[in-house]
C-alpha cells in the first residue's frame, strides 16, 4: 500500500508523531508575517529586524526542523543546556545568550555564540573582557536593562546604562553592541510601549553623548506576548519562544 505524502502526514498527525516537526515551521512564519506586519505599520524595512527563535528547554530535533527550515539565531538561557545544543548542532548557528550569565560560566559562552543579551553588572563585564582578551576574539554583547524596575529581573536601572558605559566601555576584547530588556509578562501588549520607547530613547541619548566613541544599533526586545509593538517602537531583535514552540516545561529540570 501507498499512501500520498498529505494522507501520510494526516496518519502521522493523528498518530501524534509529526505534530512538532510541521507545527514549528508554520508557527514561525506566522511569528515572522506578524513582524513584517508591524514593519509596515512603522515603516520599517522587516532586513532590520531579526527573529531569535528562544529554544531553551526545547528538544535538538525542534531545533534542527527550524534550521533545515532556514533560521539560524537561537536563543538559550541555561548555559549548560547550551554547552550540549553547541555541541551536537550544526555550526553555522548563530547562539544568543538571552539568559542571566554567571561569571563562573563565562567561559562557556565566550568565543562559542553571537552575542550575549544579559551584561547586568560591571563584574560581569569584566570578565567577559577577560575571558575574551585571553581566547583573542571580540565579544558583542548587550547592556541588560530593567526598564520597568521589577524586583525579581536582573539588569540596570535606566539611569545607571551610561555611568556604566563610561567604566566598562573601554574594556578590551568587548563590544556594547546594543541595549536588552525583558517587559513584564502581559496578555496586552499595549501595556509595554511606554518601556519599548524608553529603551529606545536611552540608545539615542548614548549614541549622541559620545561616550568612548559608543555608537550602540542593536535593540533586543520583545517576547511572545509583546514582540508586534516592540518591533513598532524600533527592535532590531526579538526573541520568542512559546509563540514557535509551544508553553514550556519545566518539571522536568
Ligand atoms: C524565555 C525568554 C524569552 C522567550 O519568552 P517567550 O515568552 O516564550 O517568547 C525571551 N527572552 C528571555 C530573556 C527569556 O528568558
Known amino acids: 500500500m501507498s499512501l500520498s505524502t498529505d494522507r501520510l502526514t494526516d496518519y502521522l498527525k493523528k498518530e501524534g508523531i509529526l505534530v512538532e ?4 515551521i508554520r508557527n514561525r512564519d506566522a511569528v515572522l508575517e506578524e513582524i513584517a506586519d508591524a514593519c509596515r505599520r512603522s515603516g520599517r524595512d522587516p532586513k532590520e529586524v531579526t527573529l531569535i527563535a528562544v529554544s531553551k528547554t526545547k528538544p535538538e530535533e525542534m531545533i534542527r526542523t527550524l534550521y ?3 533560521t539560524r539565531d537561537f536563543g538559550e538561557n541555561y548555559v549548560q543546556e547550551l554547552d550540549g545544543k553547541i555541541a551536537d548542532l550544526p555550526d553555522d548557528i548563530r547562539w544568543h ?11 562557556y559562552v ?3 555564540t553571537a ?5 547586568d553588572s560591571l563584574r ?6 577577560k575571558e575574551s582578551v585571553k581566547k583573542n576574539v571580540i565579544s558583542r554583547v548587550l547592556i541588560e536593562v530593567n526598564v520597568a524596575q521589577e524586583e525579581n529581573k536582573f539588569g540596570f536601572r535606566l539611569d545607571e546604562v551610561k555611568p556604566f558605559l563610561q567604566q566598562a566601555g573601554t574594556l578590551p576584547g568587548i563590544r556594547f553592541c546594543g541595549l536588552m530588556t525583558s517587559a513584564p509578562y502581559t496578555t496586552n501588549p499595549e501595556d509595554n510601549r511606554e518601556y519599548f520607547r524608553a529603551l529606545k530613547k536611552l540608545e539615542i541619548d548614548i549614541n549622541r553623548s559620545g ?4 555608537q550602540m544599533d542593536v535593540l533586543s526586545m520583545g517576547m511572545t506576548c509583546d514582540y508586534t509593538v516592540a518591533v513598532e517602537e524600533g527592535a532590531t531583535c526579538v526573541r520568542v519562544g512559546t509563540a514557535i514552540f509551544g508553553a514550556r516545561d519545566y518539571s522536568t529540570r
Open 21 to 24: 516537526e510541521t507545527d514549528v
Open 97 to 107: 545568550m538571552i539568559g542571566h550569565l554567571q561569571r563562573n560560566k563565562v567561559r
Open 211 to 214: 561616550i568612548d566613541n559608543i
Open 68 to 70: 533545515a527550515a532556514g
Open 110 to 112: 565566550v568565543g562559542r
Open 124 to 129: 560581569l563585564a569584566e570578565e567577559i573582557s
Open 115 to 119: 552575542m550575549i543579551h544579559s551584561v
